[in-house]
């Protein structure tokens, strides 16, 4: 599922996948995106690439191209892939960098950037 926060400029993607499934915020005012994947019980976090991330304003079109209209191609489709590397639990100073909906996902676990 996805939740749009136009007004806090940031959107929650919940997915529920059995041993797959991940919690995912793109927050547009920090300029950063965390997924928690709850099979490896870890954070990795992204900077926002506008080149490849829409917009705020593009995600609800896209959700709902994605939604109504599975197979026509959309060239804002996006795939990441994590490398693992250092890991982190994040200090008060990462929190402010990354804002406080990422904290409330990660806090506690560790981060990969």
């Not at 940031?10 to 099979?39: C, K, M, N, P, Q």
Request: hydrophobic share 35%.
């Amino acid at each position: 599922t996805m939740t749009i926060h136009n007004e806090k400029n940031f959107v929650e993607v919940h997915v529920r996948s059995g041993r797959y499934s991940s919690d995912t915020i793109f927050d547009y005012s920090s300029g950063y995106i965390a997924t928690r994947l709850f099979s490896r019980k870890a954070c990795f976090i992204l900077k926002i690439n506008k080149e490849y991330i829409p917009e705020l304003k593009e995600m609800g079109r896209l959700a709902f191209e994605r939604q109504t209209m599975k197979k026509i191609y959309s060239p804002n489709n996006v795939w990441v892939e994590f490398q693992s590397g250092h890991s982190l639990l994040g200090s008060l100073k990462e929190w402010l960098l990354y804002g406080k909906h990422i904290k409330q996902l990660c806090t506690g676990l560790p981060l990969y950037q």
